[in-house]
């Protein structure tokens, strides 16, 4: 029998994007800089000794607020050293480097559990775990796709850089709204009947 899932169990990305457009004149660096993300787990408390227990238990501390609540959690922060430059009567992005910070939040029992819970929460885990970089994955191309789109990115008539701006926050609302859409729609087909994330809750309450 398939257990009545207490939570809304969407594993969501963050609700803002926090992206700095800020403009940083130093000293010239390669357009395409190498980046790489910073990736960081941070934990959530939970109780009990059964998969039933524990998923209760998440159903009460995960990630939200009310009775809206996921089982995990993925955020991140997003901030850009930037390099305007006026060229040919206009303005030219000619260098922009990411700092992207990619925060996981994920439940973890209090305590030790029975062996045979401990084996069941083990796979549980992991697999969530797997969803969640999934939804990294989509924050990384999200960024690097911001990355390409940007540097060489020219705007005419504009000597003092300002409409630039303008055109560089409307271009990156599109690729924002398509990172978002997309991972919706992952977590639509796991959290469906039979979806991956689906069948681990079913096996962590009652083993099948």
């Not at 990305?13 to 130093?26: D, G």
Request: proline share 5%.
């Amino acid at each position: 029998m398939k257990p009545t899932l207490p939570i809304e169990v969407c594993v969501k990305t963050a609700a803002r994007v926090f992206i700095l457009l800020c403009s940083v004149l130093i000293l010239p660096f390669s357009a395409r800089a190498e980046w790489q993300a910073v990736e960081k787990v941070q934990t959530y408390s939970i109780q009990g000794k059964t998969g039933a227990e524990l998923y209760a238990s998440i159903g009460e501390r995960g990630p939200g607020t009310g009775l809206v609540r996921a089982i995990a959690h993925t955020s991140f922060k997003l901030t850009w050293t930037r390099k305007y430059e006026p060229q040919r009567g206009g303005c030219t992005i000619v260098a922009n480097k990411p700092k992207l910070i990619i925060t996981y939040t994920l439940p973890k029992p209090g305590g030790t559990l029975p062996s045979s819970t401990a084996s069941k929460w083990e796979t549980f885990i992991s697999g969530v775990q797997v969803h969640e970089r999934v939804h990294g994955d989509h924050i990384k191309d999200m960024v690097k796709a911001i990355e390409i789109m940007s540097v060489g990115l020219h705007v005419p008539d504009d000597p003092g850089c300002r409409r630039i701006r303008t055109e560089l926050t409307a271009r990156l609302g599109v690729l924002s709204q398509e990172q978002r859409q997309k991972s919706r729609d992952f977590d639509r087909l796991e959290l469906s009947n039979g979806g991956n994330v689906h069948q681990l809750i079913l096996n962590l309450v009652n083993g099948g």
